[in-house]
């Protein structure tokens, strides 16, 4: 079956990085894109970023361009999400999700405070 597992969450100081895994079992990772979303407290879930099968294609919700990554391994059956310059608004539950079908993973933490 589909699995899709998070890690990399934590507690990081406003300005800092951190980099999200999400390690996909259970299917041909290589055949689907993958996205990572995000949900805050009391608010609705956030697409954060897309990256398409290849690696070829990314998109960037506009609250995070120009400051996360997203790339994959397909190699390594694993899709990643550099997150740099963190801002007290980017603390959420982060998710990543294969396109394709309702495929989430169990979510981790990322809390930006001094």
């Known amino acids: 079956q589909v699995q899709l597992v998070e890690s990399g969450g934590g507690l990081v100081q406003p300005g800092g990085s951190l980099r999200l895994s999400c390690a996909a079992s259970?299917?041909?990772?290589?055949?689907?894109?993958m996205n990572w979303y995000r949900q805050a407290p009391g608010k609705e879930r956030e697409l954060v970023a897309f990256?398409?099968?290849?690696?070829?294609?990314?998109t960037y919700g506009n609250s995070v361009k120009g400051r996360f990554s997203i790339s994959r391994d397909n190699a390594k059956n694993t899709v990643y999400l550099q997150m740099n310059n963190l801002k007290p608004e980017d603390t959420a539950v982060y998710y990543c999700k294969r396109s394709g079908g309702s495929y989430w993973g169990q979510g981790t933490q990322v809390t930006v405070s001094s």
């Open positions: 990256i398409s099968n290849t690696g070829g294609t990314t």
């Open positions: 259970g299917f041909t990772f290589s055949g689907y894109a």
